[in-house]
T-cell receptor, first 112, second 114 residues
């Protein structure tokens, strides 16, 4: 079974600074998708960024970027110029076909 | 993208009763997914609902406890039956977008059983 591991239960960053959230996964497949979702206190799961495994180029969405290391099965999220609104739970997710698995989550605190 | 309306957003229920959660999508989708998120935990898949057939349940979840309906391609319900305090969780419905890439989620239902 595919598993997703987030080893950082909590992280903290100063406003305007950069923070990196870690994620590793286990799979024997070569074709899959990886995602980072954000869940603020409102409970709404919001897609932050996605990465197709067949693409070597790391995905970027404004202040959010990933470091995708396929051989190492690593998928970290970098948040630049952190803002107070970035405070939330962040979940790393793996999907292949209908099967989608989530990591345990990392709670990000942003200090003013 | 897909817009999902999930109701109710929260409820407080007596043990032994049942609650039905509704999920309405703004477009037709093949599969709908129901998740449970216990306090401070990650998402756990309860079942996958395909229109016109029985839902497929994950290990640890049974139809008698979590009956699901999927009457058409835009709507599904999840019922939490004979509730106990251990059922207190957030329940989320989800669909895949039209490109079948990322998942979209409803706003979640926060259930408290007293």
């Amino acid at each position: 079974a595919q598993t997703v591991t987030q080893s950082q239960p909590e992280m903290s960053v100063q406003e305007a600074e950069t923070v990196t959230l870690s994620c590793t996964y286990d799979t024997s497949e070569s074709d899959y998708y990886l995602f980072w979702y954000k869940q603020p206190p409102s409970r709404q799961m919001i897609l932050v960024i996605r990465q197709e495994a067949y693409k070597q180029q790391n995905a970027t969405e404004n202040r959010f970027s990933v470091n995708f290391q396929k051989a190492a099965k690593s998928f970290s999220l970098k948040i630049s110029d952190s803002q107070l609104g970035d405070a939330a739970m962040y979940f790393c997710a793996y999907r292949r076909g209908w099967d989608m698995r989530f990591g345990a989550g990392t709670r990000l605190t942003v200090k003013p | 993208s897909a817009v999902i309306s999930q109701k109710p957003s929260r409820d407080i229920c007596q043990r032994g009763t049942s609650l039905t959660i509704q999920c309405q999508v703004d477009s037709q989708v093949t599969m709908m997914f129901w998740y449970r998120q216990q306090p401070g935990q990650s998402l756990t898949l309860i079942a996958t609902a395909n229109q016109g057939s029985e839902a497929t349940y994950e290990s640890g979840f049974v139809i008698d406890k979590f009956p699901i309906s999927r009457p058409n391609l835009t709507f599904s319900t999840l019922t939490v039956s004979n509730m106990s305090p251990e059922d207190s969780s957030i329940y989320l419905c989800s669909v895949l977008g039209h490109t079948n890439t990322e998942a979209f989620f409803g706003q979640g239902t926060r259930l408290t059983v007293v």
